[in-house]
């Protein structure tokens, strides 16, 4: 009696097992023809994206035949391309812009930021953001502009340029006095913050910040309409700057009076001309 019962037990787990794979099977054959649609549609699409693509890299269509530079002045075809390293019909689709804005601001690092883009079929486009002079410098007797970041920027002049305060006491940078050099003074970082700072409070109004003398990193003397000195120290920028414009409120900048503001001790003092 034992042994029948066994055997059936058997029979009906091989027969269930074997149902199992059979159901799978006609489950996943289902699910793909269901998905074959689908499938050959992907494929086509991928075919045709590749297809459009190879055109695009080999048709003559896509080849690069002008350079336009915004902000950068009047520059005929020759010259934009130089500019930008490149030559007519070099492939616009294998371009690599961020290669040509390297190549850019390695040549002219009087341009701040530089952008680049494709314009389709056969244009490439430049658009350029000139640095902005807030100084000049003063270097054998020639005036350079520079940037907030103190960056020398072209066009050196034997004569100072006007509306912009002069740096003095600066020794030259050991790179020398090209273009893109970046002053590394901290003392003259110290100054041009200050003449910013002074020029957006409006503290001179009606009066002009001539010069900044760095020359004695301990006494930062900045010159007034050309006559009046402003004697700042070494320290304590800040402060002394609130010291000064109190002053100011009181005592008008006259220099036919004043020779002199020293606010490196407790109390101001104003020497009279």
């Known amino acids: 009696m034992v042994k029948p019962v066994k055997l059936k037990v058997r029979r009906k787990a091989q027969n269930s097992s074997s149902v199992l794979p059979v159901r799978m099977l006609s489950g996943l054959r289902q699910g793909f023809f269901y998905s074959l649609p689908y499938i050959l549609s992907l494929t086509a699409v991928g075919l045709l994206f590749g297809t459009v693509i190879a055109y695009a890299l080999n048709s003559s269509t896509f080849q690069l035949t002008q350079v336009r530079i915004l902000n950068a002045g009047p520059m005929n075809q020759a010259q934009a391309f130089d500019f930008c390293e490149l030559r007519k019909g070099e492939s616009l689709i294998h371009l690599d812009l ?45 005036y350079i502009q520079v940037d907030k970041d103190l960056v020398l920027l072209p066009g050196g002049s034997a004569a100072p340029f006007r509306n912009l305060t002069v740096v003095e006491g600066l020794s030259a940078p050991p790179e020398g006095l090209f273009v893109g050099v970046v002053l590394k003074n901290p003392v003259m970082e110290r100054a041009i913050k200050l003449a910013d700072v002074m020029r957006q409070s409006g503290v001179l109004r009606g009066h002009a910040l001539t010069a900044v003398n760095i020359s004695d990193p301990d006494n930062l003397l900045l010159l007034v309409d050309g006559q009046i000195e402003i004697r700042f120290g070494g320290a304590h920028y800040a402060e002394r700057f609130k010291i000064l414009e109190q002053t100011l409120k009181r005592v008008p900048l006259d220099s036919s009076k004043i020779a002199y503001i020293d606010l490196r001790f407790d109390d101001v003092v104003i020497g009279p001309r």
Request: hydrophobic letters at 40%; a positive charge; zero cysteines.
């Open 98 to 142: 961020v290669g040509v804005q390297e190549v850019i601001k390695r040549k002219h690092p009087e341009y701040k930021e530089v952008r680049v883009r494709r314009v389709l079929p056969n244009e490439l486009e430049v658009v350029l953001k000139r640095r902005t002079p807030v100084a000049q410098v003063i270097f054998s007797s020639r």
